[in-house]
């Protein structure tokens, strides 16, 4: 068993940053591959960025002009830094770990806001 907890989000002004991050916690060696997704109003949850196993990274939709991620295994936390924010970044982001026997696992989300 796994336990995700997000933190971080919050309401930030267009061109304004954040960080999020996901604590996680129990049988932490069975992870494999973390991700960060969202989900804005009324549309389907979509993958933002990725960190494997192997520590390759990856991003969706060019992100990685605005979004850093990174996993700290010494606090057993992912981050997710987010800058130059826009409106249409606005949603609720999710943790999603994938463990090896394969079980997905999710926090219970963050919601960012990014409105003037």
């Known amino acids: 068993q796994l336990r995700l907890v997000e933190s971080g989000g919050g309401l930030v002004q267009p061109g304004g940053s954040l960080r999020l991050s996901c604590k996680y916690s129990g049988n932490i060696f069975s992870i494999n591959n973390m991700n960060w997704y969202r989900q804005a109003p009324g549309k389907e949850r979509k993958l933002v960025a990725l960190i494997t196993g192997s520590g390759n990274i990856r991003y969706v939709d060019h992100l990685e002009d605005r979004f850093t991620v990174w996993r700290d295994k010494d606090e057993n936390t992912m981050y997710l830094q987010m800058i130059n924010l826009k409106p249409e970044d606005t949603a609720v982001y999710y943790c999603?770990?994938?463990?090896?026997?394969?079980?997905?696992?999710w926090g219970q989300g963050t919601q960012v806001t990014v409105s003037s």
């Open positions: 999603n770990a994938e463990t090896i026997p394969f079980q997905a696992y």
